[in-house]
Structures are given as structure tokens and as C-alpha cells.
């Protein structure tokens, strides 16, 4: 039987879906059906509304909010997807900003058992117009 990575404790885990976008940050927390438990965009923290939503710390502080709430809820262990066309290190910052409001401290475990890029990639995308002749 092959290793699946749907098995084990992360059939039962919840999934964190973060959207990284140019000018807004969402971040949804699902259960493994898919049905929404709580969610948070840049706009919904009281700090971040109108320009500071598009800076790079907007989406670690949502991150962070999702992750302290998460951690009300009871949340035991997350699937993190995040999806965005956007450099790595802010894929990274998020995931951790994820990590840090769950935990408070060093001593907590990491909710975290499976991070996975959800990013659509085009494989070669479309065919280009034929070339003008002049």
C-alpha cells in the first residue's frame, strides 16, 4: 500500500486555507469535509484597515489572530494550504505567524502536521498570437 498523505492523524485534522493576494490576506479554518469553522481576512483586524492591509505584516498578524482563536476552539493538529502568487517568505511568514498565535509560548507542541502549496501552476499556459508581418 502506498504512503498517502490523507492518512493517519491527518484524516481528522482540520485544514487551515490561507490565500495570500496582492491586496488582501484570508485565512479559513475547515474541518476535513471542507465546512467552514471560523475565518479572517486583513480588513477584520482593527490595526490593519485601509493601506496597512497590503503590507507584508498583515499576513502574519491575520495569521496570528486565527491562530490564537483556533487555539480557543481546541483545535489539536492543522493541514496548512496556502495558496497565493506571492514570494515564498511571505508564504512562510504566515505559516509561522499561524504557529506563534497557536502556541503563545516555546513550550506548546506545533499544531501543524502537514503544509502543502495550493498554488495553480501553468504548464506552459496558452499558445501566443501569431507574430505581425510587416
Do not use: W
Not at 8 to 13: D, L, P, T, V
Not at 91 to 115: C, E, M, Q, W
Amino acid at each position: 500500500m502506498k504512503d498517502n498523505p490523507s492518512t493517519g492523524s491527518e484524516q481528522n485534522a482540520d485544514i487551515v486555507h490561507i490565500k495570500l493576494m496582492r491586496n488582501n490576506t484570508f485565512v479559513t479554518v475547515t474541518d476535513s469535509k471542507g465546512n467552514k469553522k471560523m475565518g479572517a481576512s486583513a480588513g477584520c483586524l482593527a490595526e490593519m484597515k485601509g493601506g496597512p492591509k497590503v503590507s507584508k505584516y498583515a499576513a502574519e498578524a491575520t495569521a496570528e489572530h486565527v491562530g490564537r482563536v483556533a487555539k480557543s476552539m481546541g483545535l489539536k493538529s492543522v493541514v496548512v494550504k496556502v495558496n497565493g502568487f506571492t514570494f515564498f517568505k511571505r508564504k512562510k511568514l504566515a505559516i509561522l505567524g499561524f504557529r506563534d498565535g497557536y502556541t503563545h509560548s516555546r513550550s506548546d507542541r506545533n499544531p501543524i502536521v502537514y503544509i502543502e502549496d495550493t498554488t495553480r501552476k501553468p504548464h506552459n499556459g496558452c499558445r501566443l498570437r501569431k507574430q505581425r508581418r510587416v
